[in-house]
Each structure stands twice: as structure tokens, then as C-alpha cells.
């Protein structure tokens, strides 16, 4: 059978599954469908594959996703899920009539059904794998489990586990191994050619004794066969919950400081646009336009926690990296919890109201300056605010990096920005802890002049001349004290005193 056939087989058991189900549930539901691990089953992910298969014809339509335990709880379970990569186990679904059994009939009419022999390496090719074989296993006994007719213990006809491909042997092996994890309790095999007189059976029965959370360990237990990866990150988030749940001082403790440093990066954020600059005028208005997209949707949705925007919506008015961009960008502003795509749309999860709203209106501020200004044409405010950046201040010392003009208490003077004595200052002035050494200031102020004894002679006398004009220089009419302080074999520091 080519991919094809096996394909349109797939789509055709798994109608069946659905139209079974519809005969079993009233109108006014939704179908409830879980992800099926039995024998004749296909795949999980060509199941996967056959919901967005019939999704997109039109047949269904996805309600909620369904998610496995602790994520079944709550909304912020399936959040929860989202964010930490686990797939839906199932989902609520709804038949869109009448394309679901015009659907239904085609695939009814064409899909072939064979009833030839399987040959020998069709039984080969067929055979199950350990762990699905211990799936099928533990699979079997939860049917059995959730008929709800046992009162601490279920007894199951040995013949039940026919279709899992195991013999009696592993059989046994593999019920002593949910024994010792504690999946079950106790098991006892009840022989029917060693029956005694008080037993009800005349065939082989395992009877089980199992605990009262025997699905939730059934379904860690099934998650850990068939997704590793994702059954350890189920555990850290259950871990994570436990621990939140136990210490939550700590975690109002971490969130709080979260949120101040949040909030100095984003007020360091808005005070350092340059609104001069018309690529950062470019940058903000493409996050102004995003931003206005979400508001939308957000106050029209009744301000809900979550929202969906389709991504054909979002790509007219830019690209993907950018929506990426932006979106991480408002996260760390605090806009939102966590955002995703996921079947063609982006889902914004856990909106805080009340950043979102400080922020939108804070954009839209940002916008509205760099559009009601000519670039050349800025405020009183603004161009007091430009000015201010090339000012460097050290307690009675204030050096403009781009004039020149200096105030040392109270000496005024300049230093003409083209001057060695200028790129001396500057340099020492902008270097970490106002320390720079002998390689680096020879290099601003000579362009290149190689660090030689030479080269620091003439670097002594551009630092006197310093001095004399802040008057630090002659002594013997000095109005200020000695900053510039000499570093043994290394360079120079400017030490303010207050």
C-alpha cells in the first residue's frame, strides 16, 4: 500500500472514530476526542495530521484542546502546556454539517478495504515495539479501570491483552513492572486449570488491585514511554507548582523584584529615544502598529486574559521577524505572560490590564512626538534633553564630550574639541571608573602612535596643560585641587573629590 492509500485509510478510521462518537453524544455537544494508542490505530501524529487534514476541509472545527494531567485543570493548565511545548492529548471538537458527511460518504465509497492474507513481513512490519507494547498493556487495564464496576480491584480476562502482542511470560513481567512503580498495587493470576471451587472463572484472570489514582499514574506513566522529553518538562512544571504552592513568599518575593527590574529597564527604554534619529522613528512605528492591532482585539474581546489574531492579519502590516520581535519586547515590558503561533494565528496568553494600558498609551505618546515634529524642529524640553546627554558629570567636574565647555567649581573654560588636550579628557572621562592607561590614551589622542617612552613625555606635558587650564596648575595659583591623578606604569585617574 502506497503513502497515498495509507493516508486516505487513516482519514477514514478516524471519521469512523467521529461518527461513532456522534452517534453517542447529543446535539448541543461537542465531541470529545482523545488521541488513541490502540493496535489498529494510526500513529499519533498522522492523527495529528488527519485533524488538520479535516480542519482545513471545512469538516470540523476545534473547540478546546484537551490536555493531560496537571494541565486538564485549569485554564492556566492548558496555558501551562502551551508555554512548556506539550501537545494537546485530544480536543473538543464540533462536525460541521453538511461537509463532515458529504466527507464521511466519499471516503466511504472510494477507500479501499482489502481483505487479502497478511503476508509474512506484513506481520513483521506490524509487530509492536516494547514500549508500545507496554502502553497497550497499561491501556487495556484503564478501560477496564474507568468502567467504574470494581471496588478497589478489576479482574481481567487473560485473553483481553491478545492484541498487545505479548505473551503470557511478558505479560506477567510487564504487570510486575507497574507493580514495583506503583501503577498497581497488587496482582494476582488466577489459572483456570488450577481453579478452585470458590472461584467464578473457568478461563485465566489476572485480577488487580489498584490505587485510587491509578489514571493520573497511568497517564504520567504513558506520557513517559511515548514523550520522554515532554514528560520531564511535565514534571518540572508539576515540581515548579508544588513548590509555588509550598514557599509562595518566595515567589511573591522573586516577582516583585522582577517587576522593578522591569521597570527601570522600560523607563531607561523611553528616556534614551532619540527622536532625532529616523530609524528609531521607523522602529517605533512599527510597534505602534502592532500595538494598536492588539489593543483592538483586546477591548473588543472584553478585555479576556487571551486573545487570537490570525497571522495573515499581522503579516500585512509586517514581517514575521518582526512580529517575533516586538512581541518579546512587550513580554519583557510585562504586556502579557507568554505568546505563541499556533494553526495560523498568535495567541497573546495571560494579559496584565494594567501594563498593557500604560503601555499602549506610553507608544502611542512616543509615536505621537516623532510625528508632530520636523526632525530639526524640536521643544525647549527636547533640546534641553539632547544637551544633557553630552554632558558628563563627576561630582564639581561637568565636561560637554561634544563642545568642550567644562566647569570645574567655580572655573568656566573650553577645551577646543580638535585639540590633544580635548581627546585627553574626553577619553579619561567616558573610560570605566574615569581610569584609562597609557596605550589607550596615546591612541585616541595621536591615532595610532605606538605606546613608547617617547610618546608618554609628550602625554605628560598635554596633562599639565590640563591642569593649567583647570587651574589645578601653577601651585602657586591654583583655585582647585589636583583630579588628575598619575598611575604607576599603568596610565591615569580622574579623582573628584566632593
Not at 506484513?122 to 497499561?138: A, D, G
Request: with cysteine.
Amino acid at each position: 500500500m502506497n503513502t497515498e492509500e495509507n493516508f486516505k485509510n487513516n482519514i477514514w478510521w478516524l471519521l469512523q472514530e467521529l461518527k461513532k462518537d456522534e452517534m453517542s453524544t447529543l446535539k448541543s455537544e461537542y465531541i470529545s476526542f482523545e488521541y488513541s494508542t490502540l493496535k489498529d490505530s494510526p500513529s499519533i501524529e498522522d492523527q495529528r495530521r488527519i485533524i488538520r487534514f479535516l480542519e482545513g476541509a471545512k469538516a470540523i472545527k476545534i473547540s478546546r484542546d484537551l490536555f493531560p494531567a496537571p494541565f486538564n485543570q485549569a485554564i492556566t493548565g492548558s496555558i501551562g502546556a502551551n508555554v512548556y511545548g506539550i501537545k494537546p492529548s485530544g480536543h473538543l471538537i464540533e462536525l460541521l454539517q453538511p461537509t463532515f458527511n458529504e466527507t464521511y460518504k466519499l471516503f466511504e465509497t472510494t477507500t479501499i478495504k482489502k481483505s487479502e492474507d497478511i503476508t509474512t513481513s506484513q506481520v513483521l512490519t506490524n509487530q509492536k515495539t516494547s514500549e508500545q507494547k507496554l502502553v497497550c498493556v497499561l491501556n487495556t487495564i484503564k478501560e477496564e479501570f474507568e468502567l467504574g464496576t470494581h471496588s478497589g480491584w478489576i479482574d481481567i480476562p487473560a485473553s483481553d491483552f491478545s492484541p498487545c502482542d505479548v505473551d503470557r511470560d511478558k505479560l506477567s513481567r510487564i504487570i510486575s513492572k507497574f507493580t514495583n512503580k506503583k501503577i498497581i498495587n497488587q496482582f494476582i493470576f488466577i489459572d483456570s486449570n488450577e481453579t478452585k471451587d470458590e472461584e467464578e472463572y473457568d478461563y485465566d484472570v489476572y485480577r488487580l488491585f489498584l490505587p485510587e489514582d491509578f489514571s493520573k499514574k497511568a497517564d504520567d506513566f504513558t506520557l513517559s514511554v511515548l514523550n520522554p522529553m515532554g514528560y520531564a518538562e511535565l514534571k518540572k512544571v508539576t515540581s515548579n507548582f508544588e513548590d509555588m504552592r509550598l514557599h509562595p513568599e518566595k515567589y511573591q518575593k522573586q516577582s516583585k523584584e522582577r517587576a522593578e527590574q522591569r521597570k527601570k529597564r522600560t523607563q531607561k527604554m523611553y528616556a534614551e529615544i532619540d527622536y532625532t534619529d529616523p530609524v528609531e522613528k521607523v522602529a517605533w512605528g512599527l510597534k505602534w502598529n502592532l500595538v494598536q492591532k492588539l489593543w483592538l482585539v483586546y477591548t473588543s474581546n472584553s478585555k479576556e486574559m487571551t486573545i487570537r489574531i490570525p497571522t495573515t492579519e499581522i503579516t500585512q502590516i509586517m514581517s514575521i521577524t518582526e512580529t517575533r520581535g516586538i512581541l518579546n519586547g512587550l513580554k519583557e515590558e510585562g504586556c502579557f505572560n507568554e505568546w505563541q503561533t499556533y494553526q495560523g494565528n498568535y495567541d497573546i496568553y495571560l494579559i496584565e490590564d494594567k501594563t498593557f494600558s500604560e503601555t499602549y498609551k506610553h507608544i502611542k505618546n512616543v509615536y505621537d512626538r516623532f510625528n508632530t515634529k520636523n526632525d530639526s524642529e524640536h521643544s525647549e524640553e527636547d533640546n534641553q534633553t539632547l544637551k544633557n546627554r553630552d554632558i558628563i558629570n563627576i561630582k564639581s567636574l561637568s565636561f560637554n564630550k561634544n563642545t568642550g565647555d567644562f566647569t570645574f567649581n567655580k572655573v568656566n573654560g573650553n577645551f577646543t574639541p580638535k585639540s590633544q588636550e580635548f581627546h585627553f579628557l574626553k577619553t579619561i572621562l567616558e573610560s570605566k571608573d574615569n581610569q584609562s592607561d597609557y596605550a589607550t590614551l596615546i591612541s585616541k589622542i595621536w591615532n595610532g602612535k605606538p605606546n613608547s617612552k617617547s610618546a608618554r613625555n609628550d602625554l605628560n606635558i598635554i596633562v599639565r596643560n590640563v591642569k593649567q587650564k583647570l587651574l589645578i596648575l601653577p601651585k602657586t595659583k591654583s583655585k582647585n585641587p589636583d583630579i588628575l591623578k598619575s598611575i604607576k606604569n599603568l596610565g591615569y585617574r580622574i579623582i573628584v573629590p566632593k
